[in-house]
């Protein structure tokens, strides 16, 4: 298992609301996640808890064996994990070059040929990664969310509500690329949405609603992967 999550309670802190409750699960190096929920049952939040920005109440997480207690943070998120986040925090003006090299500059020195290549794996040919993002297709900008949370070559991919705004061509484009780079680079990626379109797309798929996360089904067992 890469990654452990141990009987964790979570409670925010304004309202009281208590969104996860005594979640228990484990994840593998090698296949991707789906978990279904609703709005605001916790979704975002049980990733930014994953991703380290924010601690569980009780309970633990665990990646490779340590408790994220005790793991340097900062290392963790720039090195560890890779994000896609609903508020994706790139800059639509810049081009999708400009934006992985501004995500590698604290890691380590990217040749330009590294990054075309990188955009390259997503689908982004060279005119379209010299593009401002915001005159990119919402497929293709997807693509460049993609790469920026791949670049460092991370253990662990976070997504949250990646698909909402993809039709059906551009979703199995997308989520076939997410499995087979999972697959082929031995990388355990957990995506969280609303959509219930992810469900034949996904190795294992989960269900979020009323702080318990239940399992739903296994792809693999079933033969659709």
């Not at 075309?116 to 689908?123: D, F, I, M, N, P």
């Not at 010299?130 to 693509?143: E, F, M, T």
Request: aromatic share 6%; glycine share 6%.
């Amino acid at each position: 298992m890469i990654l452990s999550l141990k009987n964790i309670v979570y409670t925010h802190k304004k309202n009281k609301v208590t969104v996860l409750d005594d979640v228990t699960v484990d994840f593998s190096p090698g296949k991707v996640y789906g978990i279904l929920g609703k709005s605001g049952v916790g979704k975002t939040t049980l990733l930014a808890l994953i991703a380290g920005m924010d601690t569980v109440d009780s309970g633990a997480i665990f990646f490779k064996n340590q408790n994220l207690e005790n793991i340097n943070r900062d290392k963790y998120r720039q090195q560890e994990i890779g994000t896609v986040f609903q508020q994706y925090n790139v800059l639509p003006n810049e081009t999708a070059m400009t934006t992985l090299k501004l995500c590698t500059l604290n890691s380590c020195t990217q040749g330009i040929d590294r990054l075309y290549e990188a955009l390259k794996k997503v689908g982004i040919n060279q005119k379209m990664a010299n593009q401002k993002i915001k005159k990119l297709s919402v497929a293709n900008q997807q693509r460049v969310y993609l790469a920026k949370a791949i670049i460092n070559n991370p253990e662990l991919i976070l997504m949250d509500d990646p698909v909402e705004s993809l039709n059906e061509l551009s979703l199995k484009m997308v989520m076939e690329y997410i499995r087979i780079y999972a697959k082929n680079e031995n990388k355990c990626i957990i995506i969280c949405s609303q959509s219930k379109a992810i469900a034949e797309h996904v190795d294992e798929l989960w269900g979020l609603n009323g702080g318990k996360l239940s399992f739903i089904k296994d792809n693999i067992e079933k033969g659709k992967l």
